[in-house]
Every structure is written in C-alpha cells, then in structure tokens.
C-alpha cells in the first residue's frame, strides 16, 4: 500500500479531478468513502444535487475565515492531498475498509486527530477498485496549522501496518532517501508521446550518467547541454558559484509551450546540487591523465578498487561503506557505458536499478571512496573492453552487489536492499553472457597436461584447503590456461596462487576456480610494466635534446564518451 503526501492551494480543482472522468476516462462511480463529517460533506458523486463548489465552499470553511483574519491573504498551500494505492494483486477492499485506510491515514498525519472536534476538515474520494484520494485543508476550526510534520515518514508507517492487518502485499519501507515517482500526469504524458518513460526519469538517469563520468561540475553541465538537455543555474550574488541547477528535457514542453524545468534534487536526492558538490571530483582529480600507457590499466584500477570496497563494507564504517556504494553507483554506469557486447544491456539495468542502492540516511563519506571513483572515471576514457580483465571487473561487481544487498538489509534498509538484489540479478546475467564463452575459450587453449600437472602441485601447495574443489571445478582447464598466460607475464603461479587465495576467503565461493580465475586474470604484466619503466627511463634521459611535444588540443580536453 502506497502513500503519496503532497500539498497545493486549489481546493476546487482538485475536487474537479477527483470527482471527473480523469485524465484518460479512467474515473469511474466516484465518490466520498469517509469524511470528516459524512452527515454534512457533499457528495457531488452520489448526490445529483450537490456541486463542487459547495463541497469546496465545505472544505474552505475555516480556511475562509483564517483569511479574513489575514487581511484577505490566505494560509500558503493550504490544500494536503495522499492518494493511497494498493499494491498490483491485491484483494478487493470494500469502502468501509477503505473508509478506515482513511480515518487512520488523517490520524498519524495530523490532520484530524482521533477525537480532536478543531481538527481539519477532509474527504476521501474513491474512483478506482485499488485506490483513494484523501485531501484535507489544512486549518483546524481554532485557526492554527495541523501538525503535519514528517507526514510522509508516519504515512509510510501507518500503511505498512495496515498491510498486515488487512493481509495486503507487505511492500518495502522507505527513509525518504527514494526520489519522487513520476505523477499521473507525467506518465500520461509519456504514454501520449510514445515514450517509455517519463521526461523526469529520463532526465534522471542522463544526470546520473554524466555525473558518473565527468570529472568537474563545469563538465557536468556542459555534457548535459550537449546531449540536448536545458540546463539553468542559479548563481550564488556574492560568490559566483553555482547553488542549484533545473534540467528540462529536450521538446518536453507545458500547454505554454515553455520547458518543463525539474530541479536536480526533484529528479533524485543526491542530485542536488550540494550532494553534487561532494561527489564530483577535485581539482586534483580533474587534473587526472585521461590517457594510460596500458589500455588495461582503467579496468584493473576499478576491479581492484571494487575489491576494496568490499572490504570497506565489512568494516563497521557506516560513512565509508555508503560513500563507497556510492561511487560503486558511478562505476556501473561507466562499467556499461565502456562496455561492448550483447551483456552492455544487462550492465545498463544493473546501473539503473542499484540508484535506489547507492543512498540512504546513512550520511556518505564521499572522500573515503575516492579511489574507487577515480578508477571509474577512468573507464569513462577507456578505448576497448580487453577481455578477461573486464569479465574479472564484472565477477568483482556481482561480489559487492551481493555484499551490499546484504549491508543494506543488516541495517534494515529494505528499499535499497531489494534494489541491490535486483542490480546483482542484471549484474549475474550480463557476467554469464559475458564469461561462459571467455572459459569456454581459455578451456580449448589450456596447456598440455604436463603443464597442467605442474600447475595442480602448484595449487595443492598453494591452497591444500580448496585444493580439491578447485581441481573438481569445470572452470578448472580454463584456470590452467590462465595461470600459463600468467607465468608468461612474469608471475611466479604458486606464489600468485597464494596470494590472490588469501585476498577473500574461499570457502564461502560457489565456483573458487573462477574465482582465481579472474582474480589472477586482473594481475598486471609484470614484463610489460618492466619494459615500459625502462621506455619511460630512457626517453627521460633524452628529453633535454627532444622538443617539448604540443599542448592538447582545447577540443580534444573537452571531449566526453
């Protein structure tokens, strides 16, 4: 059961929606299930003689009178409005349960009290077999406000409540961290145009993309605008700086023809423009090289940076854990947006879904993940998907989703917790398109069995206590041809077999072959890095007799994937 509080100031037009045919004709026998006072309510529903302006004029009452005694100015968004839904497949409910959903909603919200007489005057309006309007004007008969702070968060409470009681679907509950749903008017809308989603949820998810990949605030508007987004600022009279942003979508237009603007943190909390402040980059980090020698070297940072921040979870440090879920959001998006393939898809919606993952009231430490966020950005740049190396960064990213489902649910965050889940479902399935003909490749280039032989005393040695499961393992062939390529690199295989064993315990591993696998298949080329130092020696060396080369190109600075 869904609530949905919000506030206005037209008592009349929304009597007018409520009790009219909807948007697209889908109000049907609209009409009052409970009320403040059900004797002396119009019921411009079931009664042929009663007109909206009178239930209006009912409503209005104290507020008319407040309004005299202001001079003739009258109390601000004065009108409360919840509409409150049953979740898909649940029972019918009656009007008289409905009635009671009602009396019990206006009761923890503040508007009327169980037996408060000045309380303020409200209706519910059910034109729908799964839902109800309640709407309330918010002055009590003695001329004060009701007290309705945090009414979102008790409304919440309340229906998880009655969802017991009523044996109702128990939805997921929230810490007011989950960004504004998209309202009836926006979806229909969408529908209207032919779009998917709404304006509101596309422009939401552009924003978290850019943001994931650029490196400063100016880059971030200026992507934005390039993409075809209306971007407007505010700028701060005495300091210059930027203190809040709105977004319009392209050709998402009013009945005046003027962009439909939303406010970043309209589109998603952690899209304010202070939260944005924290999570885009410094100056150092905006002065990050965009190019590395080893095109290898963006998807191994971010493997190993995701390592850590599994261990970050584990650590008690609420901050640091939820500064680096954060930044974990941010690598998902670059992970999908540098990858190729069929899995891209997959990686996508995993991106999408772990949003609602990535907050919670829980205050971040933005700065304890920095290098998990540097290393993401640096993915943004990347030039190709080098194979194994990026199948080991998507195993690393099924990892910290199961970890962070799991962190979100110890600390009873259940909206974030099913987020997570859902990411690690897209995250599961993008890996198994991804990995299966990888190994199944690396299988059919394994090593001759001497070699193979060699290298099972290598991992008996090594790891005697996984040792069998890990010879038993149908990644087991594809293990050998690693550790071949791996020894090719530089790498003693025993003394990197214990040390990439010993990185997370195995025992809890559904597949530890794979595990290793991909651990060692993130491990650099030690003689490729030797060979570079002694380039990187040698051409220092020289540089007294060689020029300067050019400065980069202004176009090539600004240039974004």
Known sequence: MVPDVSTGSNTRGLIVYLFGPGRRDEHTDAHIVAAWDMAGAPDPGRDPAATYSQLAKRLDHHVDLRTRELGGKKPPQHVWHCPVRTAPGDRYLTDAEWAEVARRIVHVAGIAPEGDEKACRWIAVRHADDHIHIMATTVRADGRRPRTHHDGRRTQAECRKIEAEF????????DLTAPRTPTGAERAKAECQGQTV????????QAYAVAAAVRNEADYFTVLQSLGIKVKTRIGPETGDVIGYSLAAPGDTNAAGEPVWYGGSKLAPDLSINRLHERLPDQEMADHPRHVADPTDPWRHTTT???TARTVLDSGDDAAAQGHLAAFGDALYNIASATTGPHRA???????AFNRARRSATRADHQAATALRKAAKELAYASNEPGGIAIALLFATVHLARAAAKWHEQRGHEQQAAAAEEAL????????QAATPVLADLARRAPRAATARRFEQDVRAALPDHADRILAAPAWTALTTTLAQAETAGHNPRRLLAEVGTQRELDSAEHPAEVLNWRIAAQPNRRAQAARTRSTVSGTSSMSATPHPPATRPEE?????
Do not use: F
Not at 167 to 174: D, H, N, P, V
Not at 425 to 432: F, K, N
């Open 198 to 205: 709404t304006a509101r949820q596309w422009l939401r998810e």
């Open 557 to 561: 600075r600004s240039r974004h994937r």
């Open 425 to 432: 479902r897209h995250l599961q399935a993008g890996y198994q």
């Open 305 to 307: 940076a995701i390592h």
């Open 167 to 174: 044996g109702l679907r128990r939805l997921k509950s929230g």
């Open 346 to 352: 997959e990686l996508q919606a995993a991106a999408m």
